[in-house]
């Protein structure tokens, strides 16, 4: 007699002896011996169907039944809200496991900011409407174009690609940079089309902007002969027909997994070969130390045998390894060994970073080494040797800030640290990818001091080269002129300018350096109405001279608390940086000059007591409110010759050298130099 089956969506069909009884959505159209009923109380969407799926006691499946995954697109596209209804739906978990939304959003920044950061792995044991049983690996990938290593770095751990695309917004800078990196490894695409709940998604307009794209990417026949879905990740539901719109709280996500199964290629791996996998991602854990996240692509890997560790400059170490662990929904399940083409978690390795390759000792090969595209920008860090130092965090030094860099490049790829004297030259791939690191460490505890934020130019014989960004700005009609005025004075040349109904898209190539501070700029233009994207492109020659910050700064002349009495009277210079009560010291930033000259202000002056009676009393005065600047936009407004200084309270911007008497005694040394 044949088992019966246990599916994992369900439909909601009525009580069953006081429980809660769900059945497949497809079940009516299966004879009633395949279909099992048990009360939702029972787990029915619980581990106990991920663990028939994955085999008993978590063993691996075969490789044709492995998925491998990546999700990619341009920033706010939805592809992590996409994931979340995978895993709803995926019959692994039950009802009220997985709460809230962005589930692999853990990271509190990612949180807050709303926003991809780091890639992430996740798998799904999902059994389809014929009862077969795969192993799909997810892996979702920031979209933001400043973190553009983590995607270089986990696309080698797919064997295809979801591309989701906005169906309003169409192609965006990032999903040509994604795409492309994709197709450089040969992977085809799935082309998701998502937010078709939107009144005004147009999927027609976007389909075609993805085949140009793909065309203009010298894609081959099959990657151009692409499948397409239709979804809605907010409402839940996909469908291959744009036509057939489910209605509101209907539908379901599993045309999309029937997508994945269909169009994913299984591995084309060798099993018997020796072993070679590659480490793509490190972990960390109190109790087993560094954890090495990486695929099989030749051979088995298992717990308890001895590997060849050779590292990107061919170095070569014998370790042994002590635990395995498989991709099992959110978390990993221990396994004893790993077949090829799957992902793995390996303990146990005292040396092992990214990239490096885990090979069989007797026949040590190392697999090509992770390449990613190099940085575009670089900022000074350095201690903060100002006086509130020591105060708020608990990293205080050289040596500390040191050793907290070395290990980011332990993790991040995209990252370079060059050490002079007492400071360190740090390079990244844009103000996003580094502000987001010196966030990180201001939470951890650390103190320290940041320049401004500057481009890295190339030499190419006697021309100098620097990067050229792509910049897409779509504002409302009536808003253009002053976009073009701003985007133009930064040397930008505009490529295409499309109208609209009430908005008009604008596309540019600008230096790169011609961003900084330009996003805050053409909001304040806008009145927060314009929609900003940008992406490296290439480097060009350079286009000359940029305009600096029209504006000035007040400066502090002395130490104490901010009051009420001097903004006030401070009040028609300009805007105030601090409130009432604040300390602040000498050299430190507290305003914005209305005029292009730098002044020196006395902002802790109290107003003095007097015995004399006043012919008229003091009248409530309402100050202005101080402008908050965040630590991005603190990046963008500081000159050559300030500092964003940054504690886990608080930050300030302040001058490199803290004394007017210094500040003029160097202003000085260039007129003599040139007379």
């Known amino acids: 007699m044949e088992s019966p089956r246990v599916f994992p969506y369900t439909k909601r069909v009525g009580d069953v002896d006081g429980t809660d009884a769900r059945l497949p959505a497809y079940a009516d159209e299966l004879p009633k011996k395949h279909v099992t009923m048990r009360p939702a109380h029972h787990g029915f969407h619980g581990s106990a169907v991920a663990r028939r799926a994955c085999g008993r006691h978590g063993e691996p499946m075969k490789r044709q039944n492995i998925r491998n995954v990546a999700i990619i697109a341009h920033v706010d596209h939805g592809k992590t809200t996409l994931v979340d209804q995978l895993l709803r739906q995926s019959g692994q978990f ?3 496991e997985l709460t809230g939304e962005c589930i692999l959003d853990s990271n509190p920044i990612e949180r807050e900011r709303g926003i991809t950061i780091l890639a992430k792995n996740c798998a799904i044991n999902y059994i389809n409407r014929r009862g077969d049983r795969y192993h799909i690996n997810i892996v979702d990938t920031p979209g933001h174009a400043d973190f553009s290593g983590e995607v270089e770095r986990v696309l080698m751990l797919a064997d295809g690609v979801l591309l989701i695309v906005d169906a309003f917004e169409g192609v965006m800078p990032q999903t040509r ?3 492309a990196k994709a197709l450089d490894l040969g992977l085809k695409p799935i082309v998701v089309f998502n937010k078709m709940d939107r009144t005004d998604s147009r999927p027609s307009k976007a389909l075609d902007e993805v085949f140009d794209l793909l065309i203009d990417l010298g894609a081959d026949d099959h990657a151009l002969d692409f499948p397409t879905v239709y979804t809605s990740a907010r409402d839940g539901w996909a469908t291959t027909d744009e036509n057939s719109v489910p209605a509101a709280g209907e539908g379901d996500i599993h045309a999309l997994f029937d997508a994945i199964i269909q169009h994913v290629p ?7 070969a020796p072993l070679q996998a590659l480490v793509t991602t490190l972990d960390y854990s109190d109790y087993v130390g560094r954890i090495g996240i990486g695929r099989v692509f030749a051979g088995t890997l298992r717990a308890g045998e001895e590997v060849a560790v050779i590292d990107r400059h061919g170095a070569r170490s014998t370790q042994r390894i002590a635990q395995l662990f498989r991709f099992d929904g959110l978390g990993r399940t221990e396994v004893d060994h790993i077949d090829v083409g799957d992902l793995c978690a390996v303990v146990g390795l005292e040396k092992v970073d990214i990239g490096d390759t885990l090979a069989d000792p007797a026949h040590p090969v190392a697999l090509p080494p992770i390449t990613v595209d190099e940085p575009t920008l670089h900022m000074t860090f350095r201690i903060n040797d100002g006086p509130f130092a020591g105060q708020d965090g608990k990293f205080v030094t050289s040596r500390q800030l040191r050793e907290r860099l070395q290990r980011e490049l332990q993790s991040n790829v995209a990252l370079e640290v060059e050490e002079r004297a007492d400071e360190f030259i740090v390079s990244g791939r844009g103000l996003l990818h580094l502000g987001i690191l010196l966030e990180n460490m201001r939470r951890e505890g650390y103190e320290l001091t940041v320049g401004k934020p500057e481009v890295i130019y190339h030499q ?19 808003m253009v002129g002053p976009v073009m005025q701003l985007v133009g004075d930064r040397r930008a040349e505009v490529i295409k300018v499309h109208a609209s109904d009430t908005r008009t898209h604008l596309s540019f190539t600008v230096p790169a350096r011609g961003l900084i501070g330009l996003r805050g700029r053409l909001l304040t233009a806008t009145q927060g109405e314009a929609i900003i994207h940008h992406r490296f492109q290439e480097f060009g020659p350079y286009r000359g001279d940029i305009p600096r910050r029209p504006n000035g700064t007040m400066v502090a002349m002395a130490t104490g608390r901010a009051t009420a009495y001097a903004i006030d009277q401070l009040a028609t210079r300009g805007v105030m940086f601090v409130t009432p009560g604040e300390q602040v010291y000498e050299g430190q930033v507290v305003g914005e000059h209305c005029k292009p000259t730098d002044i020196v202000v006395n902002i802790a002056r109290q107003k003095k007591l007097t015995n004399i009676r006043s012919s008229t009393k003091d009248a409530t005065v ?7 600047l965040s630590l991005e936009a603190a990046l963008e407004y500081i000159e050559d010759d300030e500092l964003v200084e940054l504690t886990p309270q608080s930050i300030r911007m302040r001058k490199r050298w803290l004394t007017e008497v210094d500040r003029k005694r160097l202003a000085r040394k260039p007129a003599r130099a040139a007379t």
Do not use: H, N
């Open 177 to 179: 940079y994604v795409l």
């Open 94 to 96: 039950r009802q009220g």
């Open 266 to 272: 299984v591995p084309e791996l060798d099993a018997e």
């Open 460 to 478: 190419e014989g006697r021309t100098r080269l620097e990067p050229i960004e792509s910049l897409i700005v779509d504002v409302p009609t009536e």
């Open 622 to 628: 309402t100050l202005k409110g101080a402008r908050r």
